[in-house]
């Protein structure tokens, strides 16, 4: 089955780099049928979709909101992919999750079907 | 972006009622609409996608309806269980959105 996991520090300063890495295991990153992706929430609300990755790397969307400060990747030899996100503020402060995307045609396009527990991240100076 | 909004944002029930939450899209997602259930301290869980697809393993109560710009989730005979936070979610745009929320508690 499955599994994502997130890991990385759970408090920065102002202007600080987050970076953050999901470990997949029971089955394999390289998956024709999925994009990888990195949701937050932030404390009360609705979850935001951030940026999403596939296998090859060379596919990666991001939220406009965010797209100047944030970096995707992926490192199929470890299955693992990752979130960099730039200059952090207090409004960055939210619980990441890491999560599969179903690819357009896939069995479950467009649905975040498996999430990781997700890990808090507080930006507090 | 397209923007989603979720109806109402918090609803009071008891054990046995049916109960829908409305979603509409403010531009045509075609059929990429998925349902998540979230409780407290835990990650959102996927009920339905494509609109009406039941995921695996989730109860038969959770039904799901609609195309377009609107979309509704069913759930009949409300069980102790259910009560929770529940989110649509547009998979056409970018940035993929999410409604507001709907919080179903016990009456």
């Known amino acids: 089955q499955l599994q994502l996991q997130e890991s990385g520090p759970g408090l920065l300063k102002p202007s600080e780099t987050l970076s953050l890495t999901c470990s997949v295991s029971?089955?394999?990153?390289?998956?024709?049928?999925?994009?990888w992706v990195w949701i937050r929430q932030a404390p009360g609300k609705e979850p935001q979709w951030i940026a999403g990755?596939?296998?090859?790397?060379?596919?990666?969307y991001y939220n406009p909101s965010l797209n100047s400060r944030v970096t995707i990747s992926v490192d199929t030899s470890k299955n693992q992919f990752s979130l960099r996100l730039t200059s952090v503020d207090v409004a960055d402060t939210a619980v990441y999750y890491c999560?599969?995307?179903?690819?357009?045609?896939?069995?479950?396009?467009?649905?975040?079907?498996?999430w990781g527990q997700g890990t808090l991240v507080t930006v507090s100076s | 972006d397209i923007q989603v909004t979720q109806s109402p944002s918090s609803l009071s029930a008891s054990v046995g009622d049916r109960v829908s939450i409305t979603c509409r899209t403010s531009?045509?997602?075609?059929?990429?609409l998925s349902w998540y259930q979230q409780k407290p301290g835990k990650a959102p869980k996927l009920l339905i996608y494509?609109?009406?697809t039941l995921q695996t393993g989730v109860p038969s109560r959770f039904t799901g309806s609609g195309s377009g710009t609107e979309f509704t989730l069913t759930i009949t005979s409300l069980q102790p269980e259910d009560f929770a936070t529940y989110y649509c979610?547009?998979?056409?745009?970018?940035?993929?959105?999410f409604g507001l929320g709907t919080k179903v508690d016990i009456k």
């Open positions: 494509s609109a009406s």
């Open positions: 999560a599969r995307r179903g690819k357009g045609g896939s069995p479950l396009p467009g649905a975040f079907d498996i």
């Open positions: 990755i596939y296998y090859t790397g060379n596919i990666y």
């Open positions: 979610q547009e998979g056409h745009g970018n940035p993929y959105t």
């Open positions: 531009q045509s997602v075609m059929s990429y």
């Open positions: 029971g089955g394999s990153i390289s998956s024709i049928n999925h994009y």
